[in-house]
């Protein structure tokens, strides 16, 4: 059972407008979330997280927003631009709950930003 | 210089054979990982270890084994490749005193099993 989903597999957006990328999860344990951005042919790179202790963590472009009650997160991009095209995974950890706080992605989200 | 790098960056073998990948870390992290990624699938773990000698079983460790030369080396196995073990196989890194464990990934290895 997925406890990390991205459901949106692909979003296409235009260039300079918002991209809004979403995540669910199931297990209430998590209490840390991460993005991830992932180009073709690399590994992929740690780009913004949230602490579930909190509800909004910015870092330039890019936002994160937590809605615990929902179980749900989404990343924000303001303005979208071209090298913003690529795969985006989510990933959730517990610092306690038997997983030893080990990263569980979902599926990825492929985002292409149209000039 | 990367500070996680994996060899061979592609590979092509037949069923059966039997295939090494190898994973080498500059950052001095005690934790490594090992994940595949699938099409739609995401990145699934198969096998991590927190230093030298440990290692455990993740996701779908079936298959594959590992092992941890030094804290800078991690190697994965495939006893006897099927075509299904088809993938990208990345390499990760973390340190344990990195209270939420954030991982950096190498730029990881196309495997294709014929």
């Known amino acids: 059972d997925q406890q990390v989903k991205q459901n949106s597999p692909s979003l296409s957006v235009q260039e300079g407008r918002i991209s809004i990328l979403n995540c669910d999860y199931t297990?209430?344990?998590?209490?840390?979330f991460l993005w991830y951005k992932k180009y073709p042919a690399e590994g992929p790179t740690f780009l913004i997280s949230?602490?579930?202790?909190?509800d909004k963590n910015e870092d330039g472009r890019f936002t994160v927003f937590l809605n615990k009650s929902a179980k749900h997160l989404s990343l924000h991009i303001v303005p979208s631009q071209p090298g913003d095209s690529a795969v985006y995974f989510c990933?959730?950890?517990?610092?306690?709950?038997?997983?030893?706080?080990?990263?569980?992605f979902g599926k990825g989200t492929k985002l292409s930003v149209k000039p | 210089d990367a500070d996680v790098t994996q060899t061979p960056r592609n590979r092509i073998t037949k069923t059966g054979k039997r295939i090494m990948l190898e994973c080498s870390q500059t950052?001095?992290?005690?934790?490594m990982y090992w994940y595949r990624q699938d099409p739609g699938l995401g990145l699934r773990l198969i096998y991590y270890?927190?230093?030298?000698?440990?290692?455990n079983k993740g996701e779908i460790s079936d298959g594959y084994s590992v092992s941890r030369q030094a804290q800078a080396k991690f190697s994965l196995s495939l006893e006897s490749a099927i075509p299904n073990q088809t993938a990208l196989y990345f390499c990760?890194?973390?340190?344990?005193?990195?209270?939420?464990?954030?991982?950096?990934f190498g730029p990881g290895t196309r495997l294709t099993v014929l």
């Open positions: 990933a959730a950890s517990a610092r306690y709950g038997g997983s030893q706080g080990n990263l569980i």
């Open positions: 950052k001095g992290h005690d934790r």
């Open positions: 270890s927190f230093d030298v000698k440990d290692i």
């Open positions: 297990n209430s344990m998590f209490d840390y």
């Open positions: 949230i602490s579930s202790i909190k």
């Open positions: 990760a890194t973390s340190d344990p005193k990195d209270y939420h464990n954030e991982q950096f």
